[in-house]
C-alpha cells in the first residue's frame, strides 16, 4: 500500500510539473530579434556608420575652403634706447600692434569644387558600404540561425534513422571478425547499422560546428535549439520578388549597390583630373589687413593702417611639375572605366545566380516535400507488411534510409528557399532587415502565402 501510494505521489509531481512547463510562457529566440542583435553591436556595422561620419566631416571640411580666413595678432613689448654719450637721448618706450587679416579664396580653376563633389561622393559610397556590411551580416546570421535549426533537424533524423534501423536489423553491436561465419543478412544488417552510426556521429560533428558558429556570431554562451523558431516570409516580400531573370537582371543593374560604387570611382576619378588640371590654371585670391600701431617705430605716436589686395598666380612650373600627377589622374579614370565594365558584367552573372538559385530552390522544395510525404507513407506500408511477415527487414531498413534521405533534403532545400530570397533582394538592393521574417504569424520555410 506505501508503495502504491509513493507512485501516486511521483506520478502527481510529475503531472504538476509537465503542466508547470506547458503554461509557463517560453522564451523563442527568433530570427528577426537575433538580427537586431548582430545588427547593433556587430564591429563591421559600428565601423561602417564611423565610416559614414567621418565622410559628412570630410564635406564639411572641404567646404570650408571657401570660408573667410580671419586671425588677429597682437604684439606687445618695450624698447629701451641708452645713449653713451648724451643720457638724455635715453628713451624707454611701450608699444602695442593689433593686426585683423581676412583672407578670401576667390577662384582656384575649379580644384576646390572637384574636391568638395568627390567629398559629397565618397558619403554616398560609405552609406552604400554600411547598407553592404548590413546585408552582409544579415544574410550571415539567417545562414546561423537557420543552419543551426536545420543540423539539428538532421541530427534528430539520424538519431531516428539509428535507433529505428538497431530495432528493425535487430543488431546492437556492428564489429565482426573476419571468418565469423555469420549469415549474409546479418552482415548486411550491421553494415546497415554501422552506416546509420556513422551518419549519426557525422551529424553530431556538423551539429556542434553550427551551434559554435551561432555562439560566435551572435555572441552567446549557449543555444537552446528548442528556442529557435523557423522563420515564414511576409506575402509582401515575396511580391518583391523579380517574376523573371531579365527581370532580376534589369533591377539588379539600376540599383546593384557594388555597381553604383564602381559608378561612383568613375565620378570621382574624373572630378581627380579636373583637380589636376586646375594645377596648371590660375588661383585668384583677396586678403584685406587692419593694423593699429602703437609707438611701433619707437616714436611714441600712433597710427592705423589699411591694406586691401587680390592675388593672381600663374603657376608657369605647373607645366612641367604638376604632368605626371596628370597623367596618372588620367590613367586612373581609365582604369576606373574599365572597372566599371568588369562590375557590370559581375552584377549580371551575380543576379542570374541569385535568380537561378531562387527558382532551384523554390522547385526543389517542392519536390522535396512530396518526397518526404512519399517516403512517410512507403514506411509504414514496409512496416505493415513487416508485421504482417509479407516483406524482410532489409526492405524496411531501405525505406527508413529513404524517409532519413528525403528528410534531410527537406530541411536543405528550405532553408536554401529562404536564403536564396534574401540573396536575391540583396542583388537588386531591396534586402532591409525587417524583411528577415513575418512576426505576425507562425510557420515553415515554406514561403508561400
Not at 549474409?184 to 546497415?192: I, Y
Not at 530541411?411 to 529562404?418: A, G, H
Request: aromatic content about 6%; overall charge negative.
Amino acid at each position: 500500500m506505501m508503495i502504491k501510494f509513493k507512485q501516486f505521489i511521483c506520478y502527481m509531481m510529475y503531472s504538476f510539473i509537465a503542466f508547470m512547463l506547458l503554461i509557463l510562457p517560453s522564451k523563442s529566440e527568433t530570427l528577426s530579434e537575433m538580427v537586431d542583435v548582430v545588427l547593433s553591436s556587430h564591429e563591421d556595422v559600428i565601423n561602417a556608420k564611423k565610416e559614414v561620419e567621418e565622410a559628412g566631416r570630410d564635406i564639411t571640411d572641404s567646404i570650408l575652403a571657401y570660408a573667410p580666413d580671419l586671425s588677429w595678432k597682437y604684439e606687445s613689448g618695450r624698447n629701451d634706447k641708452y645713449d653713451a654719450a648724451t643720457a638724455s637721448s635715453n628713451s624707454q618706450l611701450n608699444f602695442d600692434t593689433h593686426d585683423l587679416t581676412w583672407k578670401q579664396k576667390i577662384m582656384d580653376s575649379g580644384a576646390t569644387m572637384s574636391e568638395i563633389s568627390n567629398k559629397r561622393l565618397e558619403l554616398k559610397k560609405s552609406e552604400l558600404e554600411l547598407t553592404t556590411a548590413r546585408n552582409d551580416l544579415l544574410i550571415e546570421a539567417a545562414d546561423a540561425y537557420l543552419g543551426l535549426i536545420k543540423a539539428n533537424e538532421k541530427l534528430e533524423a539520424s538519431i531516428s534513422a539509428e535507433a529505428n534501423t538497431r530495432q528493425t536489423s535487430g543488431q546492437e553491436e556492428i564489429r565482426v571478425q573476419v571468418g565469423s561465419g555469420l549469415a549474409s543478412d546479418v552482415l548486411k544488417a550491421k553494415r546497415q547499422l554501422a552506416n546509420a552510426q556513422k551518419t549519426l556521429i557525422s551529424d553530431e560533428k556538423s551539429f556542434k560546428s553550427a551551434k559554435f558558429t551561432y555562439e560566435k556570431l551572435f555572441k552567446v554562451d549557449d543555444v537552446n535549439v528548442n528556442q529557435l523558431r523557423k522563420p515564414r516570409l511576409a506575402p509582401s516580400v515575396i511580391s518583391m520578388m523579380p517574376k523573371s531573370m531579365e527581370a532580376t537582371v534589369v533591377m539588379a543593374l539600376a540599383n546593384n549597390r557594388d555597381l553604383r560604387i564602381a559608378k561612383m570611382d568613375v565620378d570621382i576619378a574624373k572630378n581627380d583630373l579636373s583637380s589636376a588640371l586646375a594645377n596648371f590654371g590660375p588661383t585668384v585670391d583677396a586678403e584685406a589687413k587692419l593694423s593699429y600701431k602703437d609707438d611701433a617705430s619707437h616714436t611714441t605716436g600712433n597710427h592705423y593702417e589699411e591694406q586691401m589686395k587680390v592675388t593672381v598666380e600663374f603657376p608657369i612650373s605647373g607645366l612641367y611639375m604638376e604632368m605626371p600627377g596628370y597623367l596618372n589622374d588620367r590613367s586612373a579614370l581609365e582604369r576606373a572605366i574599365n572597372d566599371l565594365a568588369l562590375k557590370e558584367r559581375d552584377t549580371i552573372k551575380a543576379a542570374k545566380d541569385a535568380w537561378i538559385e531562387y527558382a532551384n530552390a523554390r522547385t526543389m522544395l517542392s519536390y522535396s516535400e512530396n518526397e518526404a510525404t512519399i517516403a512517410k507513407e512507403l514506411l509504414t506500408i514496409a512496416q505493415k507488411e513487416r508485421a504482417a511477415d509479407q516483406t524482410d527487414a532489409a526492405a524496411v531498413l531501405a525505406a527508413e534510409d529513404a524517409l532519413e534521405s528525403s528528410l534531410k533534403d527537406l530541411s536543405d532545400d528550405s532553408m536554401s528557399l529562404l536564403t536564396s530570397v534574401y540573396e536575391v533582394l540583396d542583388v537588386i538592393d531591396l534586402l532591409q532587415p525587417e524583411m528577415v521574417e513575418d512576426n505576425s504569424r507562425e510557420g515553415t520555410f515554406n514561403t508561400s502565402s
